[in-house]
């Protein structure tokens, strides 16, 4: 077992508490359909990356703010799929609520994904709506600093290439899923 010291532990919600990959797929199928787009070459750009800044760089000719609210729209009633990750829930009873930090790389509507399969709402959650830029901009980072916590006394849990870049803060811990 590796041992990680730090004071804060800032979590992607994809990354641990729930997997809602079929679900996100699903959706961006159905989006690039109705665009005559290849979803084969939206993914690899979506994953980590807000929904307005991924339509705006896979389909430039398009209203990305119109789109992005249709997209989120659906994301919000459509959970089939999401699937909560065993052992997430009892290890965030374990640590104190001011000891981590949840980051959505979307807006905050989407948490509805995790309210249906993950554990009670964090303390502290920083949302893609919170901030002026999306991933990989370090700005979606300051869940530390909400937390009163400098960035070399945290670590970071995340899944995207995107969002290890975006949580970097000089001396801020790293570990990837």
Not at 45 to 52: Q, S
Not at 108 to 129: E, Q, S
Request: aromatic share 6%; hydrophobic share 40%.
């Amino acid at each position: 077992m590796r041992h990680i010291d730090c004071d804060a532990v800032l979590l992607t919600w994809m990354a641990f508490l729930i997997d809602s990959t079929v679900c996100i797929r699903r959706h961006w199928q159905q989006w690039a359909q109705q665009h005559g787009l290849d979803v084969a070459h939206i993914m690899p750009v979506a994953h980590g990356r807000r929904t307005i800044e991924t339509i705006r760089l896979v389909a430039p000719h398009l209203y990305a703010e119109e789109e992005a609210q249709h997209f989120a729209a659906l994301e919000v009633v459509d959970n089939y799929g999401v699937i909560t990750i065993e052992g997430a829930s009892p290890l965030l009873k374990l640590l104190p609520t001011d000891t981590w930090a949840m980051h959505i790389g979307n807006e905050r509507r989407p948490t509805a994904r995790l309210k249906a399969r993950g554990p009670a709402d964090p303390r502290i959650l920083v949302a893609a709506d919170d901030v002026t830029h999306g991933k990989p901009d370090p700005d979606l980072s300051c869940g530390g600093e909400r937390l009163g916590i400098p960035a070399d006394k945290c670590v970071v849990i995340e899944d995207s290439p995107a969002g290890l870049k975006r949580l970097v803060r000089p001396g801020c811990k790293r570990w990837r899923l």
